[in-house]
């Protein structure tokens, strides 16, 4: 029961709990990062298990249920509290004055803007929050809703041994990571921003963007796995492509790499799924 890979899955579990610790604490770059371990030791569990041959049921269920945490209510979670951080960014700009009200560091803004959603949505104190507008956040809450679904299918589908059905719930979270993560590094530059970083930080973006990516886990959108059974480019063109192009994005755009790879990721099984059916046809 206590072998190595279901170790290193709990360790997985354990990694998402710290994210949802640190998402809440304001500390949305130490949230992402744990997020990023927890990814790591995903990976790392299921090739420490086929290398150890301990391959079993139990393991399926632990990763399963780890997964729910880490890449379901842990992204959630840090959404939650992005759309909140995105209702009201006014502390960021000048006023009639000159003067810019927020000075001080990202993780004393974030506490701040949770502090007052919070005494608003639970206390009825009259500011900006005071309205219909405190229940969005809860929209963030269908990553997790959606990513149980996703989980347990995966567990039951045997289409999904070559091809993931759905975007995978790790996928979705890398996505998810890149709003806080951005957020966080450009928060002192937020005035300089441009008009459509700013419309892609309104909470009413980042709730249609955490519907859309959560409605995607479920749907039967066939989609590449990284899963080699021989390394010919013919079988594998669009997966050497992809970490070509990853490669070469991480280091020229940095944080961006993050939407560019998952978006390219989709388009590339997208072009794969119908090349393959056109095959098909024709043979």
């Given at each position: ?5 279901n ?6 579990l ?7 610790i640190?998402s809440?604490?304001?500390?949305l770059?130490w949230?992402?990062y ?8 995903d990976?790392?569990d299921?090739?420490v298990?086929?290398l ?6 139990l393991?399926?269920?632990l ?9 379901g209510?842990a ?9 909140i ?6 502390g960021l700009?000048k006023n009639a ?6 000075g001080g560091?990202a ?7 949770l502090?007052?959603?919070k005494?608003?949505f ?5 500011n900006?929050y005071?309205?219909?507008?405190r229940f969005l ?16 299918k ?22 998810f990571?890149f ?5 966080w590094?450009?928060l002192p ?5 441009s ?5 892609l ?7 249609i963007i955490?519907v859309?990516f ?10 590449l796995?990284?899963?080699?059974k021989?390394?010919?480019?013919k079988d594998n ?6 970490l070509?192009?990853?490669l ?8 961006w ?8 990721y ?6 794969e799924?119908?090349q ?7 043979s």
């Open positions: 029961m206590f072998g190595l890979a170790l290193i899955t709990s360790f997985n354990l990694g998402g709990i710290c994210s949802i640190f809440l604490s304001g500390r770059d949230a992402v744990a997020l990023a371990i927890a990814a790591l030791l990976f790392l299921g090739f298990a086929r150890t041959n301990t391959n079993g049921l393991g399926k269920q990763d399963s249920l780890a997964d729910l945490v880490s890449f209510v992204p959630g979670i840090l959404m939650f509290v992005m759309i951080v995105g209702i009201d960014p006014s700009f004055e000159g003067v810019q009200t927020y560091v993780q004393e803004y974030v506490v701040a803007q502090i007052d959603w005494a608003a639970f206390y009825g104190r009259n900006i005071n309205a219909s507008i956040p809860f929209v963030a809450l269908i990553i997790p809703f959606f990513a149980l679904f996703r989980l347990a995966f567990n039951i589908d045997e289409r999904q041994t070559d091809k993931f059905i759905g975007v995978p719930t790790p996928t979705a979270t890398i996505f990571a709003f806080p993560l951005y957020f590094f450009e530059n937020w005035s300089h921003q008009a459509f970083i700013q419309s930080f309104d909470c009413y973006t980042l709730s955490a859309l959560s409605v995607l886990m479920v749907v039967e959108l066939p989609l796995a990284l899963k080699f021989s390394f010919a480019w063109q669009y997966r050497y492509l992809l070509l192009i990853s070469i994005s991480i280091p020229l755009f940095l944080v790499a993050i939407p560019i790879i998952v978006i390219l989709l388009i590339l099984s997208i072009i799924h119908f393959f059916k056109k095959h098909e046809i024709q």
